[in-house]
């Protein structure tokens, strides 16, 4: 099965495209190695979101430390076994919540 790093690299991923789809943020590309005119950070837009719905208010504090998590991953650094457990378990959460969300 999966370890905990790509676990939580694909959390990272999904929190983007959620958002993305809630808000209705450009969700392609024009080129690969570019960074696409437009494009806002996954925590910018929880914010957004969070300003629009105030119940996502909530889960701000969560969603910053899982993405903080997802982040040290993705960028190579080290996690404790705990710490990548907390923020999975916690990330599956908010995750929940956002995909039951409709787009606005």
């Not at 960074?35 to 806002?40: L, Y």
């Not at 950070?41 to 903080?68: C, G, H, I, N, W």
């Not at 990330?91 to 929940?96: A, E, N, P, S, Y």
Request: glycine share 4%.
């Amino acid at each position: 099965m999966y370890g905990p790093n790509f676990v939580l690299a694909w959390m990272r991923r999904d929190f983007e495209i959620e958002l993305r789809r809630i808000l209705y943020k450009r969700t392609c590309s024009n080129g690969v190695a570019a960074r696409p005119k437009g494009t806002v950070s996954a925590r910018a837009m929880f914010r957004t979101l969070a300003s629009r719905k105030p119940k996502y208010q909530k889960f701000r504090s969560s969603f910053d430390y899982v993405l903080e998590v997802c982040n040290a991953v993705v960028h190579g650094q080290k996690i404790s076994t705990s710490q990548a457990q907390e923020a999975i378990n916690i990330g599956f959460r908010v995750l929940q919540e956002l995909k039951s969300e409709k787009e606005l």
